[in-house]
Nanobody
Framework: QVQLVESGGGLVQPGGSLRLSCAAS????????MGWYRQAPGKQRALVASITSGGRTNYADSVEGRFTITRDNAKNTVYLQMNSLKPEDTADYYC?????????WGQGTQVTVSS
């Protein structure tokens, strides 16, 4: 069993930056998919960015060019660098990790973009 712990959320002004971290309690080398999802109040959880074990990345159209997902297998951590933040980026952000047999979720971290 792997636990995922997100950190790095907070309050930031529009145009600012945050870096979210997702630290796994075990190795992420077997995780063929790792992703960041977000859920705003009253909306469904949606994929923001993902990265495969081979390093292929995918982004939602709304964050393309502003967000960057990376993974550090040595540190068992996935990051989401968020730049040029907008009020519409306000949401709870969740880390997801998938192996052949399991699907793990973190508890989430809140991001608020407001002046």
């Amino acid at each position: 069993q792997v636990q995922l712990v997100e950190s790095g959320g907070g309050l930031v002004q529009p145009g600012g930056s945050l870096r979210l971290s997702c630290a796994a309690s075990g190795s992420i080398r077997s995780m063929f998919f790792m992703g960041w999802y977000r859920q705003a109040p009253g909306k469904q959880r949606a994929l923001v960015a993902s990265i495969t074990s081979g390093g292929r990345t995918n982004y939602a159209d709304s964050v393309e060019g502003r967000f960057t997902i990376t993974r550090d297998n040595a540190k068992n951590t996935v990051y989401l660098q968020m730049n040029s933040l907008k009020p519409e980026d306000t949401a709870d952000y969740y880390c997801n990790a998938r192996s052949a047999a399991n699907n793990y979720w973190g508890q989430g971290t809140q991001v608020t973009v407001s002046s």
